[in-house]
């Protein structure tokens, strides 16, 4: 699906704009012009000191033959200087070139990360996380390079070339005129080689964003692989689709090294050609040996940037592919974050009035649901798998959007309050134990990162999670693992709980909290619970007996609507 979501999208773009959007590029280099223009500087400089060097080196050879040893001298003393201003112009735009090119694509990695994180949840669970990793890692690369090296290099490769071609036609207009006939030929063959590079380099980006996706699935599904004994067939998985990127890559590699060496072989006949139509010329005393070198000089310098033309045809399908889709994951409208400051202060009560709503491609799963919670108030949703109740907590974070309905808080439309206030007056518990790889502390300070060290503490120990903790060497600042590999199921329920209260919030939603609880760590739990939960506007969703003890009243989802309606067990 994630993919039909991209191509979709893809194919919608190309339709309505089938060149490179410019604006984007425009945008985020502006901050680096000084930079670039350093670099174009010293390109331009470079490649008028390689102008030179022909020039040069045909004068050492009619000094030759005029047997003038001081001229020679001179000249000779002259080249050298010239390559090693060359020299160090290269050595210090490259210099320059890499610092801008790592601060660029540093740049727009960051760009395009808090961009993504800014979309609704509902169409980021939709993509492929290959396709967003692949977007912020390799195709960021790509049009990074793309723009600082290869377009920045099109003026002084121009140069070189235009300038070559002035001075042969100086030296000798009629054996110019056959190089400059090549031109065409030369643009019609980087036509017909496009059309095999152009969508090589879509199905590149698709098969990475394929590999690198399956790696992802199956290092945070570690344990399934290893307890179902299926290392050899996700072995045999990864080794297929790495196999595709791989031979895809050889196919792209294979067109490129094709494609220079044959220009540049072109290039070095075209040089031979013009020896054997010179020839005549030098026998006859209409072209002098100084002439003959700088002309055949001049004609091999043009493989430089015909050489170079020919690389960014290719690098260019590849940016262009880039470009297009980060220009379809930025055009994305984020979630909307302005809106009316919450009501001071806040009490919690919550509202939901006719809400439906509908996962596309699916049936109906919500159907006019109404009900009310009292602030201060602990309400349990009940109801079978699959009947919406986390689909109820997503519509009230303002994850999802209902299709039809309003929801309230304390009177006020949620959709209309400013969304980053809502959700800090918001704390949820979810089914799914989000940690970082990180300590304890910074785990439970996630929510409330401006909170002292005593009020971490003051929340584990609401949560009970204090006394755990405790018995680690390290305490709080005891690390983890990666989602909190390194603590039970039960630990990280608590510590999990402990970051919620540490925000203090008007309102808690608590789903499915006691799922990873034997029956004496949730029997635990609800008391933990009854205590830290006083005074606050409570949803609970679960589905066992012992939490039901926490609810005021217990709300049973069936069939996309309330259906019953009791009190609850305290």
């Not at 290959?130 to 290099?153: A, C, H, I, N």
């Not at 080794?239 to 072109?266: C, D, N, W």
């Not at 960014?312 to 889709?325: D, K, S, T």
């Not at 109801?383 to 907590?393: E, I, M």
Request: aromatic letters at 8%; a neutral charge.
């Amino acid at each position: 699906m994630a993919t039909h979501y991209f191509r979709t999208g893809l194919e919608k773009y190309e339709q309505a704009n089938d060149i490179v959007n410019t604006a984007f590029l425009q945008q985020n280099l502006w901050p680096f012009r000084w930079h670039l223009a350093l670099c174009l500087l010293l390109m331009v400089l470079e490649s008028g000191a390689v102008l030179f060097v022909p020039w040069l080196g045909g004068s050492i050879v009619g000094g030759l033959f005029a047997q003038t040893e001081f001229s020679i001298g001179l000249l000779a003393s002259g080249l050298i200087a010239l390559l090693f201003i060359q020299s160090g112009l290269q050595v210090l735009q490259r210099r320059v070139l890499q610092r801008t090119i790592e601060r660029l694509t540093a740049q727009l990695r960051i760009k395009v990360y808090d961009h993504l994180q800014r979309l609704p949840l509902s169409w980021l669970e939709d993509q492929r996380r290959g396709d967003l990793l692949s977007l912020v890692s390799r195709e960021v690369d790509v049009l990074g390079e793309f723009v600082t090296g290869s377009v920045l290099g099109i003026l002084p490769q121009s140069i070189v070339l235009a300038g070559s071609f002035a001075l042969m036609l100086k030296i000798d207009p009629i054996l110019t005129v056959p190089v400059i006939l090549g031109v065409p030929g030369f643009y019609l063959f980087m036509k017909l080689f496009g059309r095999h590079i152009r969508p090589l380099a879509g199905e590149l980006r698709h098969a990475y964003a394929a590999w690198i996706s399956l790696a992802d699935e199956n290092l945070s599904v570690l344990q399934a692989v290893k307890a179902y004994t299926r290392e050899e067939l996700e072995k045999h998985r990864i080794t297929t689709r790495v196999s595709h990127y791989r031979a895809l890559q050889e196919r792209m590699a294979a067109y490129q090294s094709l494609l220079g060496p044959a220009i540049k072989f072109t290039a070095s006949a075209a040089v031979v050609l013009i020896i054997w139509l010179a020839g005549s010329k030098v026998s006859q005393g209409q072209m002098g040996p100084a002439e003959l070198v700088s002309f055949l000089l001049y004609a091999g310098l043009l493989t430089r940037p015909v050489a170079s033309f020919a690389d960014l045809w290719g690098q260019f399908q590849q940016a262009r592919g880039a470009l297009r889709h980060m220009n379809i994951v930025l055009g994305m409208t984020p979630e909307v974050s302005g809106g009316a400051p919450l009501p001071s202060p806040i009490n919690g009560a919550l509202r939901f009035e006719n809400v439906s709503f509908r996962h596309a491609g699916r049936p109906q799963l919500l159907s006019g649901v109404s009900f009310d919670i009292s602030a201060g108030e602990t309400v349990a949703i009940i109801g079978k798998n699959g009947a919406g109740k986390s689909t109820l907590v997503d519509l009230l974070m303002r994850f999802r959007t209902p299709d039809a309905g309003k929801i309230y808080l304390d009177g006020q439309e949620i959709s209309s309050l400013e969304l980053s206030g809502y959700r800090q007056a918001i704390a949820l518990v979810p089914q799914r134990v989000a940690l970082i790889d990180g300590t304890i502390a910074e785990n439970i300070l996630f929510g409330l990162p401006s909170a002292a060290r005593d009020q971490v503490e003051q929340a584990a120990r609401e949560a009970e999670a204090w006394p755990f903790i405790s018995e680690l060497p390290e305490g709080l600042d005891t690390i983890i693992g990666e989602a909190g590999i390194r603590l039970s199921g039960g630990q990280r329920q608590r510590v999990v709980l402990a970051r919620a209260l540490l925000k203090k919030p008007a309102i808690l939603i608590l789903d499915e909290p006691t799922a990873m609880f034997d029956p004496e760590g949730e029997a635990s739990f609800v008391e933990t619970a009854r205590r830290a939960l006083a005074g606050r506007t409570v949803v609970l969703i679960t589905h066992r007996p012992a939490s039901l003890e926490l609810a005021d009243r217990i709300l049973r989802l069936d069939g996309g609507r309330i259906e019953v309606e009791q009190g609850g067990a305290k």
